[in-house]
Protein backbone atom coordinates (compact mmCIF):
# COMPACT_ATOMS: atom_id res chain seq x y z
CA UNK A 1 0.00 0.00 0.00
CA UNK A 2 1.49 3.47 -1.13
CA UNK A 3 0.10 6.94 -0.02
CA UNK A 4 1.91 8.12 -3.17
CA UNK A 5 0.61 9.48 -6.29
CA UNK A 6 0.35 5.88 -8.21
CA UNK A 7 0.95 5.38 -11.95
CA UNK A 8 -1.99 3.78 -14.49
CA UNK A 9 -2.36 -0.08 -14.01
CA UNK A 10 -0.48 -1.91 -17.21
CA UNK A 11 -2.22 -4.16 -19.00
CA UNK A 12 -1.04 -6.88 -18.99
CA UNK A 13 2.96 -8.60 -19.08
CA UNK A 14 3.50 -9.71 -22.19
CA UNK A 15 4.16 -13.32 -22.44
CA UNK A 16 7.16 -14.35 -24.44
CA UNK A 17 5.87 -17.43 -26.37
CA UNK A 18 8.19 -20.14 -27.88
CA UNK A 19 7.07 -20.40 -31.41
CA UNK A 20 9.20 -23.15 -32.80
CA UNK A 21 12.11 -25.08 -32.77
CA UNK A 22 14.97 -24.50 -36.00
CA UNK A 23 17.20 -27.45 -36.56
CA UNK A 24 20.17 -26.71 -38.38
CA UNK A 25 20.77 -29.65 -40.61
CA UNK A 26 24.56 -30.52 -41.20
CA UNK A 27 25.88 -32.85 -44.10
CA UNK A 28 26.11 -36.11 -42.39
CA UNK A 29 29.66 -37.76 -43.13
CA UNK A 30 29.83 -41.55 -44.05
CA UNK A 31 32.35 -43.40 -42.22
CA UNK A 32 35.20 -42.10 -45.23
CA UNK A 33 35.07 -38.75 -44.08
CA UNK A 34 32.74 -37.42 -47.20
CA UNK A 35 29.26 -35.98 -47.47
CA UNK A 36 27.00 -38.21 -47.94
CA UNK A 37 26.04 -38.61 -51.53
CA UNK A 38 23.50 -35.97 -53.07
CA UNK A 39 20.01 -37.64 -53.04
CA UNK A 40 20.37 -40.36 -50.41
CA UNK A 41 17.86 -40.25 -47.64
CA UNK A 42 18.99 -39.08 -44.36
CA UNK A 43 16.41 -38.77 -41.28
CA UNK A 44 16.91 -35.62 -39.46
CA UNK A 45 16.25 -35.81 -35.57
CA UNK A 46 12.85 -35.07 -34.67
CA UNK A 47 12.38 -32.16 -32.66
CA UNK A 48 11.03 -32.89 -28.86
CA UNK A 49 7.04 -31.99 -28.36
CA UNK A 50 6.89 -28.51 -26.57
CA UNK A 51 4.73 -29.70 -23.52
CA UNK A 52 2.68 -26.63 -21.67
CA UNK A 53 3.36 -26.52 -18.14
CA UNK A 54 0.55 -27.21 -15.90
CA UNK A 55 -1.53 -24.44 -14.66
CA UNK A 56 -0.66 -23.41 -10.91
CA UNK A 57 -2.66 -24.61 -8.32
CA UNK A 58 -2.59 -23.73 -4.98
CA UNK A 59 -1.47 -25.67 -1.94
CA UNK A 60 -2.61 -24.21 0.71
CA UNK A 61 -5.66 -21.70 -0.39
CA UNK A 62 -9.22 -21.88 -1.87
CA UNK A 63 -9.98 -19.98 -4.56
CA UNK A 64 -11.69 -17.29 -2.62
CA UNK A 65 -8.74 -17.18 -0.02
CA UNK A 66 -5.91 -16.57 -3.17
CA UNK A 67 -7.77 -13.74 -4.82
CA UNK A 68 -7.78 -11.66 -1.43
CA UNK A 69 -4.16 -12.32 -1.21
CA UNK A 70 -3.69 -11.52 -4.60
CA UNK A 71 -5.43 -7.60 -4.30
CA UNK A 72 -4.01 -7.37 -0.48
CA UNK A 73 -0.45 -8.01 -1.67
CA UNK A 74 -0.98 -5.64 -5.02
CA UNK A 75 -2.38 -2.91 -2.36
CA UNK A 76 0.94 -3.41 -0.07
CA UNK A 77 2.88 -3.29 -3.28
CA UNK A 78 1.25 -2.07 -5.97
CA UNK A 79 2.28 -1.46 -9.78
CA UNK A 80 3.75 2.05 -10.47
CA UNK A 81 7.15 2.20 -13.22
CA UNK A 82 7.75 -1.50 -12.11
CA UNK A 83 5.51 -4.46 -11.92
CA UNK A 84 3.63 -5.13 -8.80
CA UNK A 85 3.58 -8.20 -6.11
CA UNK A 86 0.32 -9.26 -8.66
CA UNK A 87 2.89 -9.61 -11.54
CA UNK A 88 5.26 -11.13 -9.18
CA UNK A 89 3.40 -13.77 -8.26
CA UNK A 90 2.71 -12.91 -4.42
CA UNK A 91 0.07 -14.94 -3.85
CA UNK A 92 1.70 -18.27 -4.92
CA UNK A 93 5.56 -17.68 -2.94
CA UNK A 94 2.96 -17.14 0.27
CA UNK A 95 0.87 -20.30 -1.01
CA UNK A 96 4.16 -22.12 -0.67
CA UNK A 97 5.51 -20.61 2.07
CA UNK A 98 1.68 -21.01 4.70
CA UNK A 99 1.79 -24.90 2.84
CA UNK A 100 5.02 -25.65 5.32
CA UNK A 101 4.16 -23.59 8.14
CA UNK A 102 2.70 -25.42 11.05
CA UNK A 103 -0.82 -25.61 11.92
CA UNK A 104 -1.11 -22.79 14.28
CA UNK A 105 -0.04 -20.34 11.77
CA UNK A 106 -1.67 -21.52 9.18
CA UNK A 107 -5.08 -21.23 11.28
CA UNK A 108 -3.40 -17.64 12.32
CA UNK A 109 -3.09 -16.81 8.69
CA UNK A 110 -6.73 -18.49 7.84
CA UNK A 111 -8.54 -16.47 10.91
CA UNK A 112 -6.67 -13.35 9.48
CA UNK A 113 -7.96 -13.30 6.00
CA UNK A 114 -11.63 -14.62 7.16
CA UNK A 115 -11.50 -11.28 10.00
CA UNK A 116 -10.63 -8.70 6.25
CA UNK A 117 -13.69 -10.49 4.89
CA UNK A 118 -15.99 -9.91 8.28
CA UNK A 119 -14.36 -6.28 8.74
CA UNK A 120 -14.84 -5.19 5.35
CA UNK A 121 -18.71 -6.73 5.40
CA UNK A 122 -19.20 -4.35 8.46
CA UNK A 123 -18.01 -1.45 6.44
CA UNK A 124 -19.12 -1.84 2.92
CA UNK A 125 -21.35 -4.44 2.55
CA UNK A 126 -18.99 -6.78 0.76
CA UNK A 127 -15.70 -9.04 0.58
CA UNK A 128 -12.49 -7.29 0.50
CA UNK A 129 -11.46 -8.29 -2.59
CA UNK A 130 -14.68 -7.05 -3.96
CA UNK A 131 -14.69 -3.65 -1.91
CA UNK A 132 -13.54 -0.61 -4.28
CA UNK A 133 -9.78 0.33 -4.33
CA UNK A 134 -10.61 3.45 -1.64
CA UNK A 135 -12.58 0.89 0.32
CA UNK A 136 -9.53 -1.31 0.68
CA UNK A 137 -7.39 1.42 1.09
CA UNK A 138 -9.13 2.88 4.14
CA UNK A 139 -9.47 -0.80 6.03
CA UNK A 140 -5.50 -1.12 5.45
CA UNK A 141 -4.69 2.16 6.69
CA UNK A 142 -6.55 1.62 9.90
CA UNK A 143 -4.61 -1.70 10.30
CA UNK A 144 -1.12 -0.01 9.13
CA UNK A 145 -1.17 2.74 11.10
CA UNK A 146 0.77 1.24 14.05
CA UNK A 147 -1.71 3.30 16.87
CA UNK A 148 -4.76 1.18 16.40
CA UNK A 149 -4.78 -0.50 19.72
CA UNK A 150 -8.64 -1.00 19.81
CA UNK A 151 -9.08 -4.23 20.87
CA UNK A 152 -11.80 -5.65 18.10
CA UNK A 153 -8.72 -4.86 15.24
CA UNK A 154 -6.19 -6.53 16.83
CA UNK A 155 -6.72 -9.81 14.86
CA UNK A 156 -6.70 -7.23 11.88
CA UNK A 157 -3.41 -5.32 13.06
CA UNK A 158 -1.82 -9.13 13.46
CA UNK A 159 -2.90 -10.19 10.07
CA UNK A 160 -1.53 -7.09 8.36
CA UNK A 161 1.96 -7.30 9.55
CA UNK A 162 2.03 -11.18 8.42
CA UNK A 163 0.83 -10.77 5.11
CA UNK A 164 3.10 -7.94 4.85
CA UNK A 165 6.40 -9.46 5.54
CA UNK A 166 5.08 -12.23 3.22
CA UNK A 167 4.50 -10.18 0.56
CA UNK A 168 7.77 -8.38 1.12
CA UNK A 169 9.80 -11.80 1.24
CA UNK A 170 7.88 -12.94 -2.03
CA UNK A 171 8.31 -9.89 -4.33
CA UNK A 172 12.10 -8.93 -3.33
CA UNK A 173 13.04 -12.68 -3.85
CA UNK A 174 11.19 -12.76 -7.32
CA UNK A 175 12.92 -11.90 -10.36
CA UNK A 176 10.91 -8.37 -10.59
CA UNK A 177 11.70 -7.50 -7.19
CA UNK A 178 15.13 -8.82 -7.28
CA UNK A 179 16.13 -7.63 -10.47
CA UNK A 180 13.64 -4.81 -12.05
CA UNK A 181 12.92 -2.78 -8.81
CA UNK A 182 16.54 -3.45 -6.98
CA UNK A 183 18.70 -3.74 -9.68
CA UNK A 184 20.51 -6.77 -8.86
CA UNK A 185 22.99 -8.02 -11.07
CA UNK A 186 24.12 -11.70 -9.69
CA UNK A 187 27.49 -12.28 -8.75
CA UNK A 188 28.41 -8.36 -9.25
CA UNK A 189 30.29 -6.48 -6.34
CA UNK A 190 27.94 -4.05 -5.44
CA UNK A 191 29.61 -1.27 -2.41
CA UNK A 192 26.17 -1.21 -0.84
CA UNK A 193 22.99 -2.95 -1.06
CA UNK A 194 20.34 -0.02 -1.38
CA UNK A 195 17.26 -2.56 -0.59
CA UNK A 196 13.51 -1.63 -0.46
CA UNK A 197 13.49 2.21 -1.05
CA UNK A 198 9.25 2.51 -0.03
CA UNK A 199 9.34 4.93 2.86
CA UNK A 200 6.47 2.63 4.10
CA UNK A 201 8.13 -0.49 4.63
CA UNK A 202 11.23 0.94 6.24
CA UNK A 203 9.21 1.18 9.90
Known amino acids: MSDNKRMDRRTALKQIAVGGVVIATI ?42 VI ?15 KAAKV ?18 F ?19 KD ?5 QNAL ?6 GKNTALEDQIGVEFFNTIKRHTIDGYYTSEIGLI ?7 NTYLDEFPGCTHPEHQK
Do not use: C
Not at 140 to 145: E, M
Open 27 to 68: PMLDRSGSALAEGQHVHAMAAAPVVAAEPWKPLFFNAHQNET
Open 71 to 85: VLSELIIPTTDTPGA
Open 91 to 108: NEFVDLMLSEEGEDRKTD
Open 110 to 128: IRGLSWTDKKSNELFGTNF
Open 131 to 135: ATPEQ
Open 140 to 145: LVTLSS
Open 180 to 186: KELGYKG
